[in-house]
């Protein structure tokens, strides 16, 4: 399961991103690391990120998450870009690679699996859809921890 944290600061961020012309794409809160790591990772949606792009919004989303009084535990802010991720995050990340191969994970094991691999048909609010073998799969949402392209088919 997800950190409760990772919401609130999503919307945070998403908010400063869009004044500076950035996207918001993720974020992470590695609590095993010490001090814990708060990591966002942002895009611009015409062109690469750039150190300034992540320095203006380490800067801006510092002085927000400060104010906000949200984030009551030390720790250390990370802004950086995505890349060339294998990992599914966004709307337009499962729009885009709809009929690719992936492997879903899940938080937990469900009837005695944890992680299904199958050519992704979707996602909407409800779960994650996957087409194995002709046989459509449904996996909760709110279950699903990772979601990764995989080579070669599925």
Known sequence: MSHPLIPIVHDL?????????????????????????LRVD???????????????????LEEVLDASDRVTTAYVLEISSPGLSNDLTTDRDFKSFRGFAVQVTAHSPD????????????????AVYLNQKGRKITIPRDQVSLVQLQEGPS
């Open 13 to 37: 961020a998403k908010s400063v991103a869009s004044q500076l012309g950035l996207e918001a794409v993720a974020v992470y809160f590695y609590t095993h690391h010490s001090p814990p790591t």
């Open 42 to 60: 942002i895009r611009h949606p015409e062109r690469d990120i750039t150190l300034e792009d992540c320095a203006q919004m380490s800067h801006c």
């Open 111 to 126: 009837h005695g699996q944890q992680a299904w691999q199958g050519t992704l048909i979707g996602r909407d609010e409800v």
